[in-house]
């Protein structure tokens, strides 16, 4: 699930693996493929996290609902994935965009993808370079089938909130989980229920990956003991970098629910949780 920057090297004009560049920002939808043309790993194409990592949005079903089935793996055809293909992926984060094309790989049949473990700047750090030109893509017959079972919709969740034999895991920052700050989305707080584990807390501070074993004893903390797991985050993205972390750990199983807090929201009669230091109220 992970490759180390030797590793990819070596691999750098086998033309089954492919590697993809998901840098972006929440902030700037430029930003990540500005950098992408300043210098990115050889051969490496660019995933942009709006359009190739999601689809249509209705103004109902968050801010990076899941893109169709055939469209992500038209995407991927264009880039000459296959089924025999080793697919790659990395950003500058820590894995919280790359570990989204992870989580649709998965969704739509591939089994060979893995992160570059502490990203850009781990390769840099390895002392390998950044190249500026754009790779030719080959394109392939490459036809996914989605897994239903690896989703989870929102009249699945509302029906499911705050019942037993359900833990739904928040992958947000602590401070937008309790509702204080809200950078991004309208209404601050958190759906009912849901236990915080911000995605950041699965890597050492160089941005690799924690241990497996370190990961497994963390999310034992917080699953309850045989219960179904459900991720989610801001919009489906970094729920994928904890679905990515529990999976190396083990514990697999998990599934998403896509649409997370962006569409559990944008429906004002769903319930929302706010904290304050000494008060928990819901609405």
């Not at 790359?98 to 390769?123: F, H, I, P, T």
């Not at 739904?168 to 920052?173: E, T």
């Amino acid at each position: 699930m992970l490759v180390s920057p030797q590793t990819l090297a070596t691999h750098a004009t086998d033309p089954d693996w492919i590697v993809f560049d998901c840098r972006h920002d929440l902030m700037n939808a430029g930003k990540g493929e500005s950098m992408y043309r300043e210098g990115h790993v050889p051969g490496a194409f660019f995933a942009n996290l709006d359009t190739d990592l999601s689809g249509e949005k209705t103004g109902l079903n968050g801010r990076h609902p899941l893109p169709s089935p055939a469209a992500f793996s038209a995407f991927l055809a264009r880039h000459g994935v296959t089924e025999r293909s080793t697919v790659v992926a990395y950003d500058d984060v820590g894995g919280q965009f790359a570990a989204r094309l992870w989580w649709l790989c998965r969704w739509v049949g591939l089994r060979n993808v893995s992160l570059l473990d502490g990203g850009v700047q781990n390769w840099v750090a390895a002392g390998h370079t950044l190249h500026t030109a754009i790779p030719q893509t080959r394109r392939s017959p490459f036809a996914g089938r989605s897994d239903a079972l690896m989703v989870v919709g929102v009249n699945e969740l509302l029906h499911r909130v705050n019942q037993s034999g359900l833990t739904l895991i928040d992958a947000r920052a602590p401070e937008r989980y309790r509702g204080e700050v809200e950078p991004i989305d309208p209404v601050a707080g958190h759906i009912p229920g849901a236990v915080n584990r911000f995605y950041k807390e699965n890597l050492n501070v160089d941005l690799t990956m924690k241990a497996p074993d370190v990961l497994r004893d963390a999310f034992a903390n917080i699953v309850e003991a045989g219960s179904e797991v459900v991720h989610q985050c801001g919009s489906g993205v970094t729920a994928c970098a904890n679905i990515f972390a529990m999976e190396y750990a083990g514990l697999t199983g998990s599934r998403l629910y896509a649409g997370s807090w962006s569409e559990w929201i944008a429906d004002p009669s769903r319930p929302v949780v706010v904290e304050t230091a000494s008060v928990v109220s819901e609405k």
